[in-house]
């Protein structure tokens, strides 16, 4: 493995990450917009459906950066809402807050790992490594599953072995090279 392949791998793996971020991101825009257009309608008035889109797609910005997230504009939002409109309200908005990032937790592991091509353990322990390697900044977030990525397939193409013992080209690559092991049941099956 030379340098420019190397190079390329890497510009791939932050790729795909800006990939799936989108994609966390879009989720996040169609969870908050569903979560506020039913306070919208069944407990207080927020605003007009295209208020709802801005406001929506204004926490699908702040969630893209890593950093911040939607809860430095929802938590303040709720309590402001509380303290001035309505306790209510302020309720709401923080119940649609839990909601979609309990959703969005659940979801990115397997959204990253799908498109990063690492499984959702893996992907939830580079982000772990990662925060504990560089302190309590949460650049370690995005940069452990990226560097595990690269150094993976670095690993993968020097040894063409896979971590773990697997073969194959990747986590989800489901192919059986040993048909040795192989169990035909077709021929007890009576038409």
């Known amino acids: 493995m030379n340098l420019f392949e190397f190079i390329k791998d890497a510009k791939n793996s932050g790729i795909d990450w800006l990939k799936s971020q989108l ?4 989720s996040t825009f169609l969870l908050t917009f569903i979560g506020l257009l039913i306070v919208d309608q069944k407990f207080e008035n927020i605003g007009n459906v295209v208020g709802l889109i801005f406001i929506c797609l204004g926490l699908a910005i702040v969630d893209f950066i890593p950093v911040i997230g939607i809860s430095a504009v929802m938590l303040p ?28 937790q659940i979801l990115e592991p397997f959204i990253r790992g799908k498109s990063l091509g690492i499984s959702p353990i893996e992907e939830v322990i580079a982000s ?31 040894t063409g072995k896979q971590i773990g013992g697997g073969k194959g080209n990747g986590y989800f690559n489901k192919s059986n090279s040993n048909d040795d092991n192989i169990i035909d ?6 038409e």
């Open 128 to 158: 772990v490594l990662g925060y504990l390697i560089c302190g309590t900044n949460a650049i370690g977030f995005i940069l452990g599953p990226i560097v595990y990525i690269v150094g993976k397939k670095t690993y993968v193409k020097f």
């Open 77 to 104: 939002w709720a309590v402001l809402a509380a303290l001035t409109k309505s306790t209510k309200l302020g309720i709401c908005i923080f119940v649609v807050f839990v909601v979609v990032m309990i959703i969005k």
């Open 185 to 190: 049941i077709t021929d007890d099956v009576e």
């Open 23 to 26: 994609i966390l991101s879009g």
